[in-house]
Nanobody, 126 residues
Framework: QVQLAESGGGSVQAGGSLTLSCVAD????????MGWFRQALGTKREGIAS???????SYADPVKGRFTISKDRTKNILYLQMNDLKPEDTAMYYC????????????????????WGQGTQVTVSS
């Protein structure tokens, strides 16, 4: 069973940075759409960043210019570099994989997700 394993969450002050990592199956990282979602307390899970098999990326407006999604094909890791963090970025962050398509259906909203990670908490204090 393919699993996605996130790490890198934590607590930071506003303006700080964190990098999330997601170890995944090599096929997922190299050949299919992958992305990051987040879910704040009391809200629905939302897609915030995606990358496809051609490394084309897409970002939700609230994180554009501050977050960067990337992948290391040799280590089979998906990253989310988060800079200039704000209290409203506080949420549980999830790695997600389409697992089938080389492109992202719905860009950063990842309408097709076949695999989820367990989540890693990010807390930003003011």
């Amino acid at each position: 069973q393919v699993q996605l394993a996130e790490s890198g969450g934590g607590s930071v002050q506003a303006g700080g940075s964190l990098t999330l990592s997601c170890v995944a199956d090599g096929y997922y990282v190299k050949s299919t759409c992958m992305g990051w979602f987040r879910q704040a307390l009391g809200t629905k899970r939302e897609g915030i960043a995606s990358t496809d098999s051609n490394d084309r990326t897409s970002y939700a407006d609230p994180v554009k210019g501050r977050f960067t999604i990337s992948k290391d094909r040799t280590k089979n890791i998906l990253y989310l570099q988060m800079n200039d963090l704000k209290p409203e970025d506080t949420a549980m962050y999830y790695c997600a994989a389409d697992g089938v398509r080389p492109y992202c259906v719905g860009d950063h909203t990842l309408q097709k997700v076949n695999q989820w990670g367990q989540g890693t908490q990010v807390t930003v204090s003011s």
